[in-house]
């Protein structure tokens, strides 16, 4: 079992930026991903990575803008996000699964987090 609390979520002003933390605790899961939310919409996949760290993987939305990376000391993963624009205005849910790779789908992963409020304004 692995638990998940996301923090950092908040408003800010667009071009803007945030750091979101996931810290997790329980067993120890090979890759985690960061998703959102938006209302009316699908759950959409952001950004993923490995235990170690040597594969990420990013949705084209946030290439170049968004950065995913882990402690795992900490047990704690990471999303910096920068030139926020009002179209990332969304829930933002921490996710940890076992493949290989991080995958794109919610499928591809067993563990989530409540989620955390991240609203860009124009």
């Known amino acids: 079992q692995v638990q998940l609390v996301e923090s950092g979520g908040g408003l800010v002003q667009a071009g803007g930026s945030l750091r979101l933390s996931c810290a997790a605790s329980?067993?120890?899961?090979?890759?985690m991903a960061w998703f959102r939310q938006a209302p009316g919409k699908e759950r959409e996949f952001v950004a993923g990575?490995?235990?170690?760290?040597?594969?990420?993987r990013y949705a084209d939305s946030v290439k170049g803008r968004f950065t995913i990376s882990r402690d795992n000391a900490k047990n704690t993963v990471y999303l910096q996000m920068n030139s926020l624009k009002p179209e990332d205005t969304a829930v933002y849910y921490c996710?940890?699964?076992?493949?290989?790779?991080?995958?794109?789908?919610?499928?591809?992963?067993?563990?989530w987090g409540q989620g955390t409020q991240v609203t860009v304004s124009s």
């Open positions: 996710a940890a699964g076992s493949t290989i790779v991080p995958g794109f789908t919610r499928y591809d992963y067993r563990y």
């Open positions: 329980g067993r120890s899961a090979s890759t």
């Open positions: 990575i490995t235990y170690s760290g040597g594969n990420t």
